[in-house]
């Protein structure tokens, strides 16, 4: 079932901000924190995207000046992946690690779609994070109906998933999407996860990939955070810029859209201090971008972008 893009924005803004236990500052940093869903972690509302932009930084030095300086800020979320950099990403986290491990959620991603694959991308996760366990590792990028079918396989990474969630590998598990939420609407309903990331920004809320029906306004916000809600799930936003796709839109305008959405996390990848310390102001005086306001800039951005957008994420390869 979908809802309406005036029925879901009507209601996005105050649902992020009033739910229960929402937005609660960090007592030290006034960092606003939500809860990720059953997890019931206190996560950051703005988290450090540790992609491409982060591997950015040439200089090491830098790298590690800044994911000190976000976690010094009260940034909790750390997100990262098997194979951001063929692992770099990982192992410039894990060198923090050692000494802050206690101070995040630590976020990682598996992109092998078998269980063998999957067990020994693991074992490396956790090596160069240098860390015995993760708190989240998510499924990397599911795409379309032949990657669900591999990822559902009896010897697919879903089943390696379930052992490292139960050998407590990770304490949670879940599945990101970038471009079909259709796809990632049937996952949801079927399996037990506890989180999930998806591409929410205000150029999309139109699109709807490959199994989108023609004229429907079909996105990610319509079709799989609804079920994602009901199932009580931790949600986290991602591709919040579209990979600076938006010219026409300020970064603070996307980033608190996003962030107004029923969310407890938004992801962004900072790849320069001076873009840490704005975000980190947005985040830390973060008030709820009004239903009405979300529609005008949604209707805009998507009108002028989505169509190419969709195009885009169709080939993205998350890396």
């Known amino acids: ?38 997890t019931r972690a206190r996560v950051s509302i703005l988290g450090f995207g540790a992609g491409s932009r982060f ?16 976690i010094d800020a009260g940034i909790n979320y750390i997100d990262t992946a098997q194979n951001y950099g063929g692992g770099e990403s990982e192992r410039r986290v894990g060198l923090l690690m050692k000494t802050r491990r206690r101070e995040v959620f630590l976020v990682t991603k598996l992109r092998p779609r078998t269980y063998d694959e999957a067990m020994r991308a693991m074992e490396g996760c956790l090596s160069r994070l240098q860390t015995d366990h993760v708190d989240l590792v998510h499924i990397h990028g599911l795409e379309g109906a032949e990657d669900l079918a591999a990822i559902e396989a009896p010897d697919g990474v879903l089943k390696a998933l379930y052992r490292i969630r139960d050998e407590k590998m990770a304490r949670f598990i879940g599945v990101t999407c970038h471009y079909d939420p259709q796809i990632l609407k049937t996952m949801l309903e079927r399996h037990d996860l506890d989180s999930t990331q998806m591409a ?10 490959p199994s989108a029906q023609r ?6 916000e319509t079709v799989a955070l609804p079920v994602a809600r009901r199932k009580g799930m931790g949600i986290t936003a991602m591709k919040v810029f579209a990979q600076d796709r938006i010219p026409d839109a300020s970064p603070a305008e996307l980033v ?17 201090l001076e873009f840490l310390e704005e975000n980190l102001r947005l985040a830390q005086s973060f008030r709820p971008m009004p239903a009405s306001q979300m529609k005008q800039l949604a209707d805009r951005l998507s009108q002028a972008h989505k169509a190419a957008l969709d195009r885009y994420f169709a080939q993205h390869q998350d890396a």
Do not use: H
Request: net charge positive; glycine share 12%.
């Open 256 to 272: 608190r859209y996003a962030m107004s959405l029923p969310v407890a996390c938004a992801v962004i990848g900072m790849p320069k």
């Open 215 to 220: 004229g429907a306004p079909v996105s990610f």
């Open 55 to 70: 591997l950015m930084y040439k200089e090491e030095e830098k790298a590690l000046e800044a994911l000190n300086r976000a």
């Open 200 to 209: 929410l920004n205000a150029a999309r809320v139109g699109s709807g990939g």
């Open 1 to 38: 079932m979908t809802i309406s893009r005036r029925g879901f924005l009507e209601s996005a803004a105050a649902a992020a901000w009033a739910a229960p236990g929402l937005a609660a500052p960090g007592k030290k940093t006034g960092m606003p924190m939500r809860v990720l869903g059953r």
